[in-house]
Nanobody, 129 residues
Framework: QVQLAESGGDSVQAGGSLRLSCVAS????????MGWFRQAPGKGRDVVAT????????MYADSVKGRFTISLDSAKNTIYRQMNSLTPEDRAMYYC??????????????????????WGQGTQVTVSS
């Protein structure tokens, strides 16, 4: 079972930037996906960005498009999330996860909405106005 470890969370002011990292204990299966999720206080855990383990396709939630970028360094078994123009609404615990594609016809974004996932422990992002 893969182990995931996030880092990079911090407290910043609105308009600031952060880069989150997630290191996996092994290479992911070529048919797997990686993603970043976030959970704000009192709310459910939502997917915000996904990437294929080949790094070929990235997808984002509308709320973060143009501000957040997900990337993959396969040599380091690491995914990153660059977050710019942070707002107080971005305050949340951020988790990375590895999960399988539901099937050959379902992309990582839709596969993220259901099914078993391997989760990291999370990293806290706080944004003050």
């Amino acid at each position: 079972q893969v182990q995931l470890a996030e880092s990079g969370g911090d407290s910043v002011q609105a308009g600031g930037s952060l880069r989150l990292s997630c290191v996996a204990s092994r290479n992911s299966n070529i048919n797997s996906c990686m993603g970043w999720f976030r959970q704000a206080p009192g709310k459910g855990r939502d997917v915000v960005a996904t990437i294929t383990t080949a790094g070929a396709r990235r997808m984002y939630a509308d709320s973060v498009k143009g501000r957040f970028t997900i990337s993959l360094d396969s040599a380091k078994n690491t995914i990153y999330r660059q977050m710019n123009s942070l707002t107080p609404e971005d305050r949340a615990m951020y988790y990375c996860a590895e999960f399988p594609r539901r099937d050959a016809w379902t992309n990582c974004w839709n596969s993220a909405k259901e099914g078993e996932k391997h989760w990291g422990q999370g990293t806290q992002v706080t944004v003050s106005s």
